[in-house]
């Protein structure tokens, strides 16, 4: 998990699916993070700069991983690299789609540049964070089937 922005409520989400599931759970950020004890959960603090934690995690990728990212850059590295990538919202990045979500960061960051709108996505709630949980429980589903 890109650990650093990601939303205190989908963490404890991914925290009960690592003990239920029985999965290995990284939480990669440049701060210190407490995490519950579990054999199945571990963190990884990561030194301060530009995507030092983004890069960490790539390093660490494995095949058919899953990676939790807000970050649409990290998230195309994650799927060409055969990997799953999830944003805390629920949504699944794929090939056939994550070229139209990097055009739309793209697209959004330069009219928010040029001052053409402010602000960012809506607030963060009990609807996101539902489906949150059924993607990555999907997700892991067909990891752990193989």
């Known amino acids: 998990m890109d650990a650093d922005a990601c ?26 993070l407490r995490t519950p004890p579990s054999k199945y959960i571990s963190a990884i603090q990561v030194p301060q700069g ?15 991983d899953i990676v939790i990212t807000q970050d649409i850059p990290l998230a195309d590295e994650v799927v060409r690299a055969a990997a799953v990538a999830i944003n805390p919202r629920g949504t699944l990045y794929t090939e056939a789609n994550i070229k139209d979500h990097l055009s739309r960061r793209d697209l959004m960051e330069q009219l928010r540049d040029n001052g053409a709108i402010s602000g960012g996505p809506s607030a963060f709630d009990k609807k996101d964070v539902q489906a949150f949980a059924n993607a990555l429980d999907r997700e892991v589903t067909k990891a752990l089937k193989g």
Do not use: H, M, S, W
Not at 12 to 29: F, G, I, M, N, S
């Open 7 to 32: 939303p205190r409520p989908i963490k404890e989400v991914l925290y009960k699916a690592a003990d239920r599931r029985q999965v290995e759970t990284t939480l990669v950020a440049n701060q210190y």
């Open 50 to 64: 530009f995507d030092v934690a983004d890069n960490e995690i790539v390093r660490r990728l494995e095949i058919g």
